[in-house]
Structure formats: structure tokens, C-alpha cells
Antibody, heavy 117, light 108 residues
Framework: EVQLLESGGGLVQPGGSLRLSCAASGFSFVTSPMSWVRQAPGKRLEWVSSLSAGDSPYYADSAKGRFSISRDNSKSTLYLQMNSLRADDTAVYYC???????????WGQGTLVTVSS | SYVLTQPPSVSVAPGQTATITCGGKNIGIKSVHWYQQKAGQAPVLVVYSDSDRPSGIPERFSGSNSGNTATLTISRVEAGDEADYYCQVWDNSSEHIVFGGGTKLTVL
């Protein structure tokens, strides 16, 4: 059974930083593209970033230059380093399996990030 | 950037057929994926690559894609199908993933 467990969300002030983690199990993490998708309260799903199986990163325009996606295959863990956070980054952030050039076949339960003073 | 347009809401009586559209320029040449998101829950993939179903998804869920419109069809709608539905594509030109605005399905 695929499991994706996000952590690292919380309350942060505007301009601050946060690192999200996603512990993965139940599939071949090393060969899987992985992604982050977010959803602001009451809003649509929004793609944030993807990492291909070959570790090439892709970013939404809203994330480029501020966010960095990475993975540790030895720990089967995906990360999202978020810097220069803004109020409009407030959202539930979902870790997903897949996404690069395709679909998101599995989703975590999400972690809430709130950017507020 | 590529835009996907969905109707904000669709209503259908139990047992009837729900049709949810996703419009985009020449979307027929892209691979379209659909997600179901029930209130307070994470999204679930219900159709991928236009018309394929993941294991565990009922046959009542089907998809098609042609021209400028992709369609998710839910046959014999049940109360448990009430949810938000999102379409999604990979845009080759921008190397971005794009979601539609979502459609709220209400079962009357």
C-alpha cells in the first residue's frame, strides 16, 4: 500500500522559511517522479513543483526562485524548501507520487502552511 | 500559459448520468487526468490518460477527450459521488502542470 506522510507545516511569518518533508513507502521511490500540489482554503488545486525520476526539478511560476524541491532516496523522503514566504502561500500542501509529464497517482493527506504575522 | 475551463457546478439526481467538461485549446492532443476530492479529504485519481481507470475505481466513471473538450462521465450517480472534480494536463510548451478550476458535483 502506498503511503505518503507529510510533515513540517505550521505558522510562519511573511518572509520566513519552512521545509516540508514527505516520507514515502509502498512503491519504488527511487524510480518515481514526485511532486507537491497545494490548495489554498476554498480554492482550486495548484501545482507547485515536480522532480523527475532523473532529479530534474520543475516549478510553477509562483514557486520559481523561492522554493526548492529535492529528495533523499536513502530515506525515501521528498522535501520542499520554501523561502521568502508570502500570505498567498497559505495552503494545504500535498505530497504526490507522479506528476512529471503525467498524472498524480497517489496523494498524502496534506500539511497546512499558514503565512501570517 | 495553458488554461483549462470547467463549469463551477453540476447537479444530478441519483441514478442519472453526470457529465463534467474540461475545455482547453486543442486539448484532444493532450492526455487528460481527472481527480475526485470529497470535502475535507485529499484528491483521488479517478481517470487517467483520457479514459483509463485506476484499480478500485468503479466502471461508472469514464472519460473521453476530443477537439477542445475533455469529458468525465459518471453513470448511475450515487450520493457518495458528491465531490469536487478537477481535470489536469501536462503542458509541454511551458513544462508546467495545469489544473482546471474544479466542478462541484451535487447529487440532488
Amino acid at each position: 500500500e502506498v503511503q505518503l506522510l507529510e510533515s513540517g507545516g505550521g505558522l510562519v511569518q511573511p518572509g520566513g522559511s519552512l521545509r516540508l518533508s514527505c516520507a514515502a513507502s509502498g512503491f519504488s521511490f527511487v524510480t518515481s517522479p514526485m511532486s507537491w500540489v497545494r490548495q489554498a482554503p476554498g480554492k482550486r488545486l495548484e501545482w507547485v513543483s515536480s522532480l523527475s525520476a532523473g532529479d530534474s526539478p520543475y516549478y510553477a511560476d509562483s514557486a520559481k526562485g523561492r522554493f526548492s524541491i529535492s529528495r533523499d532516496n536513502s530515506k525515501s523522503t521528498l522535501y520542499l524548501q520554501m523561502n521568502s514566504l508570502r500570505a498567498d502561500d497559505t495552503a494545504v500542501y500535498y505530497c504526490t507520487q507522479g506528476g512529471y509529464r503525467g498524472y498524480f497517482e497517489s496523494w498524502g493527506q496534506g500539511t497546512l502552511v499558514t503565512v501570517s504575522s | 500559459s495553458y488554461v483549462l475551463t470547467q463549469p463551477p457546478s453540476v447537479s444530478v439526481a441519483p441514478g442519472q448520468t453526470a457529465t463534467i467538461t474540461c475545455g482547453g485549446k486543442n486539448i484532444g492532443i493532450k492526455s487528460v487526468h481527472w481527480y475526485q476530492q470529497k470535502a475535507g479529504q485529499a484528491p483521488v485519481l479517478v481517470v487517467y490518460s483520457d479514459s483509463d481507470r485506476p484499480s478500485g475505481i468503479p466502471e461508472r466513471f469514464s472519460g473521453s477527450n476530443s477537439g477542445n473538450t475533455a469529458t468525465l462521465t459518471i453513470s448511475r450517480v450515487e450520493a457518495g459521488d458528491e465531490a469536487d472534480y478537477y481535470c489536469q494536463v501536462w503542458d509541454n510548451s511551458s513544462e508546467h502542470i495545469v489544473f482546471g478550476g474544479g466542478t462541484k458535483l451535487t447529487v440532488l
